[in-house]
């Protein structure tokens, strides 16, 4: 498979559209709550695309290159996971020209756009649903849904769903008029509005002929677009269907090592590393994160904010492309969804500006050092609570040491060179005996780049 060259070069900023900023009053649906509100799975806070496009200057000023929107479609909930109609944008957000806008502006920082395709289940306001529903297989869109006949347990929907949410109804994707509708939804916004690519929802629930036909569709129509999956467990079987998959795995790992303790520095490079391998040549194409819609965001869980810096850092500099789930760069909380899909706070009094510094800090590192984006990685210590690997492309090669349990002194890495901490202007000198530093403080992380390397 060819993978799309831009993608490793990128950072992706995540947004949960109905939380970012509300700048349409005007489009509110009835009972929008006031911004900021404890967030509930039932009502709407405003968010819209005027408010993305007008922040866009935030991201351009955090560095990041790239932009995922969570669905945008015509729906009836805040997560518009429950598409009605796959062809308009959602009133309450805007329009096509809205979109078209947003992309437009986005394109001229920098910054590609790619939008959420739920193609496994849509919405019961979706009219072919709708049909489905009152006129059976008598209708037009017989075949569209799975039925069976016979009473069902009290609560239970006469038709597949997606995790048993009546309001979800599955799409049969095995239909080729469904597959034909999906196919020209993923192509249409493409041309339409100029997107760069699809994040797909939960693929493992759709059969993998349909992927097929979709792969083929998107090499021919748009070889360019990035296609990544929403993948929580093992990749691999997805990966010659998409360039990438969200890298949850590897989530884990970083929790393990930075946040919890139950990984030690060892275990934590053995998992690193199996997951590179399994990966293989999509490894730079894995979307890395440490926070999303869907888990408790990475302040709640660290509880402290040095470890969700060291977590941030370990994201930004493992193979794979980072992915900031919006208000994580300065240090929103959150539990479970709901709770984790607050609005995001516009006032600056309310950030963790070192938490933002910090971020924009990896970000402009991974910019400056191509090891860091394309580079393999070669264990060089592992020493209980502390790790340091090498990456290196083309001449590049960058140190990183994460730290994340007490002091640990005397350590030697088995390098040579002169070797910079980035963003500081103290050297280190390797001898025979290899790179030794007297003491690495505990809960931290030092990056280094070789003196002389090409970036």
Partial sequence: MRRPDWVPDTVFYQIFPDRFRNSRPDLDPPGTQPWGTPPDRVHFQGGDLAGITESLG??????????????????????????????????????????????????????????????????????????????GDQGEHAGWFTGWPGPQPAGEPAYQTCG?????????????????????????????????????????????????????????????AYIVGEVWRNATPYLNHFHGCTNYLQRGAIFGFCLGGSLDGEDFMIEVDHLVDRHGDAADWMLNLVGSHDTPRLRTIAGDPQKARLASTAMFTLPGVPLIYYGDEIGLEGGDDPDCRRAMPWDPTKWDHQQFDHVRSLIQTRKEHAALRRGGLQRLAERNGLVAFLREHDGDQVIVILNARGAQRHLRLPVSGTWREVGEAATHTATENGLAFDEIPGMSAVILAREGGHR
């Fill in 58 to 135: 935030h991201l351009e000023t955090l560095g990041v290159s790239g932009l995922y929107l969570n669905p945008i479609f015509t729906a009836g909930t805040n997560h518009r996971y429950d598409t009605h109609d796959y062809f308009t944008v959602d009133p309450h957000l805007g329009d096509l020209g809205g979109l078209r806008e947003l992309v437009t502006e986005a394109h001229s920082k920098g910054i590609r756009v790619i939008l959420d395709g739920v193609f496994n289940h849509c919405g019961d306001s979706h009219p072919a649903f709708v049909d489905w529903q009152v006129n």
């Fill in 164 to 224: 048993g949410a009546a309001y979800l109804p599955k799409l049969n994707t095995e239909n080729p008029e469904v597959r034909e509708h999906l196919l020209r939804c993923a192509t249409f916004w493409i041309e339409e509005a100029g997107i760069d690519g699809w994040r797909l929802d939960v693929p493992w629930k759709v059969e993998g002929g349909f992927w097929d036909e979709f792969t083929k569709t998107m090499e021919t129509y748009a070889p360019d």
